[in-house]
């Protein structure tokens, strides 16, 4: 079957760094894409990558691996307004979103 | 009109009671999507559209019905709802029709079914 994996939740510190990793076994890959969900709101997209290696967007970043079937997700210089789960979801050979269950993150001072 | 809208927001419901859920998108984007989200749980598609007057089933179709008359709309319906579809219910479009682009996606519509 196809399977997106994330920690439920993680703590982290204001101003500080954080990983949030995402493995995935799917049938056929087509992309990976991190979106970020405030609570009560709906995803906002965050990344899409289909190559290996790191894309950077200003604080957030996203790495893959195709051969390890692993992503993560590295937030810099983290903000309060950082507290939100982070989606993570792979597009399978038929184009199909398989979503994991997300990670709760969640930001202290 | 800027983006998705759905509605209603909130809805509380008694078991057997016909329900529909709008969504209407002003970015003309061809593919559109309905979604439950469901604690513990990734997003799980209910239903797509890959362009106007086709549809298909997702993960969890049953109990569901869609109609994509035109571009902008694609309304769900529960024909006679049942407790287990208590969810937050996410209509998303993209840009493209062969597979899901990056999603837009509406506020979502917190269903309670009684």
């Known amino acids: 079957g196809q399977n997106i994996d994330q920690p439920t939740e993680m703590t982290a510190t204001e101003g500080a760094i954080v990983q949030i990793n995402c493995t995935y076994q799917?049938?056929?890959?087509?992309?990976l894409f991190w979106y970020q969900q405030h609570a009560g709101e709906a995803p906002t997209f965050l990344s899409y990558?289909?190559l290996d290696g790191l894309e950077e967007k200003g604080r957030f970043s996203s790495f893959l691996s195709r051969s390890k079937g692993y992503s993560y997700l590295l937030l810099k210089e983290l903000q309060m307004k950082d507290s939100a789960s982070y989606l993570c979801?792979?597009?399978?050979?038929?184009?199909?979103?398989?979503w994991g269950a997300g990670t709760k993150l969640i930001i202290k001072p | 009109i800027a983006g998705i809208t759905q509605a209603p927001t909130s809805q509380i419901l008694a078991a057997g009671r016909r329900m529909t859920l709008r969504c209407t998108q002003d970015?003309?984007?061809?593919?559109m999507y309905w979604y439950r989200q469901d604690l513990g749980l990734g997003l799980r598609l209910i239903h797509y559209?890959?362009?106007?007057?086709?549809?298909g089933k997702g993960e969890v179709p049953d109990g569901y019905s869609v109609s994509r008359a035109n571009t902008d709309d694609f309304p769900l319906t529960l024909a006679s709802a049942v407790p287990s579809q208590t969810s937050v219910y996410f209509c998303?479009?993209?840009?493209?029709?062969?597979?899901?682009?990056?999603?837009?996606f509406g506020e979502g519509s917190r269903l309670t079914v009684l």
């Open positions: 998303a479009s993209s840009k493209s029709n062969r597979g899901p682009g990056e999603l837009f």
């Open positions: 799917t049938s056929g890959f087509n992309g």
């Open positions: 970015m003309r984007h061809n593919a």
């Open positions: 559209s890959n362009t106007a007057g086709t549809t």
């Open positions: 979801a792979v597009m399978d050979s038929n184009y199909q979103l398989i």
């Open positions: 990558n289909v």
